[in-house]
């Protein structure tokens, strides 16, 4: 069956902040200027904001610029920030870091605790309003490309397609989505946007991207440990000192807690479960109190770009940009990257306005990365690049350099640093093997308080069609038993917080093979990222599939 096609001025991959931020942008200039701009959004979720994770702290600054009049339009930015406590913990205690010592950066005074899925959900609201196209459920799944090699527009993914390739009854193929730009906004990770930061070149000379594993559980909390407005986070226990994370916690109105757990994925031990050290945090003195009588309604997880400035690829190739998270935008140490990912959108959309206005189309678009260079954006992430490369030095030296560095800046010495620190090698090279690194004993979960995979991700609502072609795909099918389980004892079945992946006697008695349980995958990307030899390929699934998070 042909596919059939549609067309459009611009066309965004992504229904987050970055790519709803983009649309809404594009349609006040067009409004601004008398203009018609045809703007579609494709978001493979179920809905906007199905797939949405963040902690949320959210600075207001982008949201200020894109609607000055956000409060009275009811922008869903409903907590203000009253609260804010940074602990060290050790197995049994908690020491707080004295708020006048914090580099003011990393305060969060004049921000918002939100749902980012339902700020997005309230975008998407906006953008509709205005004339955007909007299509949840529908999964970009290919770059198509001109004859000049640009790109012009994507295709959706065939859907009722059979595990074997056949057709089922309810075959539907592709649409292809032809536009004059296309704006990359698929967050971290984004396959596509692997595909062209490869196919053009954008990552050569630059540095590799850092990432961390994000893990979050939303509870209900008992009236009495409610406090709408405290932000509470911590480092220390129960990582070790050489493995960068730490916590996060965030009452929100209605007795509702957001909870989480961030890695850093250049850890070394393979034995290491990021989900489960997640669980183990919550148990610690100073914190297990706060979920007495509580109940937990839903559980995520998300990869972050964790590396800054030094890891930001090159961000227009011929046909198009990326925006957003898709090219790293995250500012680390301040925990936030929503606001620099509206504020990218913003100015690649500006971007885009300029050259349609000027009757060009499918070349690249210079002035995005320019603008970029003068914006905050750029200068919020140089005070901070030499942060997390300096946390290869473990916590305490690292979060001590890192300080410093803010601190300078803050106070205009930033020329007393004028370095940029390297990252060196990227996450996947960091695993020592197994027979090297001490095991790690983690308690059984008790259904209470802490919880085991499978039933986490049933309160995450992923759903996937179970007769489809395989998303999570095995560039060599030897690689698992014959590298990562010889020699790191099999990381995957731990680096997944999903139980993707298990190690099983295989039926023919031949020994252990790997198990893939795709329908779990909640689409975090982390085996995409931390697999020792790169060999899974994290593709897109159908369109609609994977976790529908409410108000994460």
Not at 206 to 230: D, T
Not at 261 to 274: K, Q
Not at 283 to 307: M, Q, S, V
Request: contains cysteine.
């Amino acid at each position: 069956m042909q596919r059939e096609a549609m067309e459009f001025d611009v066309v965004i991959v992504g229904g987050g902040p970055a790519g709803l931020s983009a649309a809404i942008r594009l349609k006040q200039l067009a409004g601004e200027n008398g203009r018609e701009v045809s703007v579609c959004v494709l978001e493979k979720g179920s809905e906007i904001g199905a797939h949405i994770l963040s902690g949320a702290i959210i600075d207001p600054r982008a949201m200020v610029e894109l609607f000055p009049d956000w409060q009275a339009k009811g922008a869903p930015f409903d907590v203000p920030v009253a609260h804010d406590a940074f602990l060290v913990l050790t197995q049994s205690g908690a020491r707080r870091i004295p708020h006048w010592t914090l580099p003011p950066l990393m305060r969060n005074h004049g921000m918002y605790i939100v749902s980012l899925g339902n700020v997005c959900r309230w975008l998407a609201q906006q953008a509709e309003a205005m004339g955007v196209e909007i299509y949840p459920g529908f999964a970009a799944a290919e770059i198509l490309y001109a004859e000049n090699g640009a790109v012009r527009g994507v295709a959706t993914g065939d859907m009722g397609v059979a595990k074997d390739g056949s057709h089922k009854a309810e075959y539907q193929p592709g649409m292809e989505l032809h536009a004059k730009y296309t704006l990359l906004a698929e967050g971290c990770r984004g396959s596509l946007s692997e595909e062209l930061m490869a196919k053009f070149g954008l990552r050569d000379g630059i540095e590799p991207q850092k990432y961390g594993i994000g893990i979050k559980e939303l509870w209900q909390v008992a009236p009495e440990q409610a406090r709408p407005g405290h932000v509470l986070h911590s480092q220390g226990w129960p990582l070790d000192a050489k493995t960068g994370g730490g916590s996060f916690l965030y009452h929100l109105a209605d007795n509702l807690l957001s909870v989480g757990f961030v890695v850093h994925l250049n850890y070394e031990n393979p034995h290491l479960s990021p989900y489960d050290e997640f669980q183990r945090f919550k148990t610690h003195p100073a914190i297990r109190d706060t979920f007495a009588g509580g109940k937990r309604l839903a559980y995520g997880a998300r990869a972050i770009n964790e590396g800054g400035l030094q890891s930001v690829p090159r961000l227009a190739f011929p046909g198009g940009a990326l925006i957003g998270c898709t090219a790293g935008f995250v500012n680390l140490p301040r925990i936030k990257g929503s606001h620099n990912a509206m504020k990218t959108g913003m100015l690649g959309a500006e971007a885009a306005f300029a050259a349609l206005a000027a009757g060009r189309a499918h070349d690249t678009l210079a002035s995005y990365p320019e603008a970029f260079r003068k914006s905050w954006v750029y200068a919020e992430l140089h005070k901070v690049r030499n942060v997390k490369p300096g946390l290869r030095w473990g916590m305490w030296q690292g979060s001590l350099h890192g300080g410093i560095h803010m601190w300078l800046n803050d106070l205009g010495l930033g020329a007393l640093v004028p370095w940029t620190l390297r990252h060196g090698k990227p996450d996947h090279e960091s695993l020592k093997p197994a027979a090297t690194m001490p095991k790690i004993a983690y308690p059984k979960p008790d259904g209470i308080l802490t919880f085991d995979k499978l039933s986490s991700v049933f309160v995450s609502n992923t759903n996937h069609e179970e007769d489809q072609p395989n998303h999570l795909q095995l560039r060599d099918a030897s690689v698992p038993v014959a590298i990562n389980l010889a020699l790191y004892d099999g990381p995957e079945q731990r680096y997944c917080p999903a139980g993707v992946y298990e190690f099983v006697d295989a039926a023919d008695g031949s020994g252990r093979r790997l198990q893939i349980n795709a329908p779990n995958c909640v689409h975090c990307k982390t085996c995409d990222i931390k697999d020792p030899r790169q060999n899974i390929h994290w593709v897109t699934p159908e369109g609609g599939g994977g976790p529908n998070y409410p108000a994460m």
